[in-house]
C-alpha cells in the first residue's frame, strides 16, 4: 500500500516512520509512506498556508489554494483521499481494516482552527477522527490511523495469529500476559498457564477477557449484538 501525508510538520512523522514495526514493514516494502510539506505548494514571498477567517474569530485557517494545487499534484485515480479532522468518522479497528484495502491513501493533516471548508467539500473522500479530543494538528492523527491499519496489511504482523485474541476483535479486552520469571518479587503467575493443559489456559484466558471487559468497559458488552 502506498501512503501520501499530507502536513505543515513533516518531522513530526520521522521517529514514527524509522522506528519498531513500521520502520520495518516499511523496509520490507509492506508499505509505502511519502510525506510532503504543504508549505512547497505556497505562493509569495513569506511561504504563506494560512489566513484569518471570514467572520471573524480566533485563530488561522489553511488557505484552499496550496491545499488545492498538493491535493491535485498528488493525488491518482486510486487514491482514496482522507482528511484528519476531530468531526470525522471514528477510527475503529473495522474501519482500519476497511482502509487496509486500499491501494493508495493520501491523508491530510490540517492545523489549529481547521482548513478552508472548500477543500473538504471537493477534494476529500473521507473525514477520520482518532478520538473525541482535539489535537493541535492531524499529524499525529495519521500517523496514528498509519499505524493501525498498517497491522490488517498481509505479512505486516510476523504471526497472523496476532490479531486473533486482541482486544476489540470480538467486544472483549485481552486477557493479561505474563512471562519469565514465573515468580517474580514473590507475585507469582496463575498457575494454570504453567499447567500445560491448553484447553484449560483457553479457558482461563476467555474469563479473564470477560471479567476484564465487564469492570473497564461494560459499554462493549453492551454493544455487542
Ligand atoms: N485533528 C485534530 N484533532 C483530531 C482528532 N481528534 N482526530 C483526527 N484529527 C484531528
Same mark, same amino acid.
Given at each position: 500500500?502506498?501512503?501520501?501525508?499530507?502536513?505543515?510538520?513533516?518531522?513530526?512523522?520521522?521517529?514514527?516512520?524509522?522506528? =519498531?514495526?513500521?520502520?520495518?514493514? &516499511?523496509?520490507? +516494502?509492506? !508499505?509505502?509512506? #511519502? @510525506?510532503?510539506?504543504?508549505?512547497?505548494?505556497?505562493?509569495?514571498?513569506?511561504?504563506?498556508?494560512?489566513?484569518?477567517?471570514?467572520?471573524?474569530?480566533?485563530?488561522?485557517?489553511?488557505?484552499?489554494?496550496?491545499?488545492?494545487?498538493?491535493?491535485?499534484?498528488?493525488?491518482?485515480?486510486?487514491?482514496?483521499?482522507?482528511?484528519?479532522?476531530?468531526?470525522?468518522?471514528?477510527?475503529?479497528?473495522?474501519?482500519?481494516?476497511?482502509?487496509?484495502?486500499?491501494?493508495?491513501?493520501?491523508?491530510?493533516?490540517?492545523?489549529?482552527?481547521?482548513?478552508?471548508?472548500?477543500?473538504?467539500?471537493?477534494?476529500?473522500?473521507?473525514?477520520? =477522527?482518532?478520538?473525541?479530543?482535539? &489535537?493541535?494538528? +492531524?499529524? !499525529?492523527?495519521? #500517523? @496514528?490511523?498509519?499505524?493501525?491499519?498498517?497491522?490488517?496489511?498481509?505479512?505486516?504482523?510476523?504471526?497472523?495469529?496476532?490479531?486473533?485474541?486482541?482486544?476489540?476483535?470480538?467486544?472483549?479486552?485481552?486477557?493479561?500476559?505474563?512471562?519469565?520469571?514465573?515468580?517474580?518479587?514473590?507475585?507469582?503467575?496463575?498457575?494454570?498457564?504453567?499447567?500445560?493443559?491448553?484447553?484449560?489456559?483457553?479457558?482461563?484466558?476467555?474469563?479473564?477477557?470477560?471479567?476484564?471487559?465487564?469492570?473497564?468497559?461494560?459499554?462493549?458488552?453492551?454493544?455487542?449484538?
Amino acid at each position: 500500500m502506498k501512503i501520501d501525508v499530507l502536513t505543515l510538520f513533516p518531522q513530526m512523522l520521522d521517529g514514527f516512520l524509522s522506528e =519498531s514495526m513500521i520502520g520495518r514493514g &516499511l523496509k520490507h +516494502g509492506i !508499505l509505502d509512506v #511519502a @510525506v510532503h510539506n504543504l508549505r512547497d505548494w505556497s505562493k509569495g514571498k513569506h511561504n504563506q498556508v494560512d489566513d484569518r477567517p471570514f467572520g471573524g474569530g480566533a485563530g488561522m485557517v489553511l488557505m484552499p489554494e496550496p491545499l488545492f494545487d498538493a491535493i491535485e499534484e498528488l493525488q491518482t485515480p486510486q487514491t482514496h483521499r482522507i482528511y484528519l479532522a476531530p468531526d470525522g468518522d471514528p477510527l475503529t479497528p473495522d474501519l482500519a481494516r476497511d482502509l487496509a484495502k486500499k491501494e493508495r491513501l493520501l491523508l491530510v493533516s490540517g492545523h489549529y482552527e481547521g482548513i478552508d471548508d472548500r477543500v473538504r467539500e471537493n477534494l476529500i473522500d473521507q473525514e477520520v =477522527s482518532i478520538g473525541d479530543y482535539v &489535537l493541535t494538528n +492531524g499529524t !499525529l492523527a495519521a #500517523a @496514528v490511523l498509519i499505524d493501525c491499519l498498517s497491522r490488517f496489511l498481509p505479512g505486516f504482523l510476523g504471526e497472523e495469529k496476532s490479531l486473533t485474541n486482541e482486544s476489540f476483535q470480538d467486544n472483549l479486552l485481552d486477557f493479561p500476559q505474563f512471562t519469565r520469571p514465573a515468580v517474580f518479587r514473590n507475585m507469582p503467575i496463575p498457575e494454570v498457564l504453567l499447567s500445560g493443559n491448553h484447553a484449560e489456559i483457553e479457558k482461563w484466558r476467555q474469563r479473564e477477557r470477560e471479567e476484564r471487559t465487564r469492570k473497564r468497559r461494560p459499554d462493549l458488552l453492551e454493544d455487542s449484538p
